[in-house]
């Protein structure tokens, strides 16, 4: 199975200022037909989890622009600019390239 | 509005059954895939179960933890996907979400199933 290893664990940031999650897999996640697909989701506090990101750089729908995806073949970015209240949440990256679909750990946002 | 409600959790003794139904509306059904993600008290998520549209047989796939146990269908002219848990486990202990489409773009708020004697 692909592991989805993401760091840190937990992040405080001052509301304003950016943040950043990082997101590796065991196995790149590079399709033969150039799509890399890692994906983001984030749980806010007593809710479901929601798509944030797709295909390693793409907003879901709704998503706003303060949001971002980057990486490589492995490794992945998560960028979160100016920081608002509405972010905090458990912030998980997911491999939907191979079966078993596999999510890395989480990383929890804190506002300080 | 996209819903996707799920319902049937519980508590159940270990080595029973129990089966999940996810209602959901607002979306076309009948080709979407669909998926069972569960999250541990630890907050873990994990995929267990997915199941394809017609056009793809309804191909049904699970992790390995759940083979033999854990059985996923759908029913389109309802719109709804069903999760058939035998022989549970304490680990098999989450909370259970469906989820469709290939990205898993829409999620039902879960039902948490304990698994305990």
């Known amino acids: 199975d692909i592991v989805m290893t993401q760091a840190p664990l937990s992040v405080s940031v001052t509301p304003g200022e950016s943040a950043s999650i990082s997101c590796r897999s065991s196995?790149?996640?590079?399709?033969?037909?150039?799509?890399?697909?890692v994906y983001w989701y984030l749980q806010k506090p007593g809710k479901s989890p929601q798509l944030l990101i797709y295909?390693?750089?793409n907003l879901a729908s709704g998503v706003p622009d303060r949001f971002s995806g980057s990486g490589s073949e492995t490794d992945f970015t998560l960028k979160i600019s100016r920081v608002e209240a509405e972010d905090v949440g458990i912030y998980y990256c997911g491999q939907l390239l191979e079966n078993p679909n596999t999510f890395g750990a989480g990383t929890k946002l804190e506002l300080k | 509005e996209v819903q996707l409600v799920e319902t049937g959790g519980g508590l159940v003794q270990p080595g029973k059954s129990l089966k999940l139904t996810c209602a959901t509306s607002?979306?076309?059904?009948?080709?979407?895939?669909m998926h069972w993600v569960r999250q541990s008290p630890e907050k873990r998520l994990e995929w267990i179960a997915r199941i394809k549209d017609r056009s793809n047989n309804f191909a049904t796939d699970y992790v390995e933890s759940v083979k033999g146990r854990f059985t996923i269908s759908r029913d389109d002219s309802k719109s709804g996907v069903y999760l058939q848990m035998n022989s549970l486990k304490e680990e098999d202990t989450a909370t259970y979400y469906c989820?469709?489409?290939?990205?898993?773009?829409?999620w039902g708020q879960g039902t948490l199933v304990t698994v305990s004697s």
């Open positions: 295909r390693m750089s």
């Open positions: 607002g979306f076309t059904f009948s080709t979407a895939w």
């Open positions: 196995k790149s996640l590079l399709h033969s037909n150039g799509v890399t697909h």
């Open positions: 989820t469709a489409g290939a990205r898993f773009t829409y």
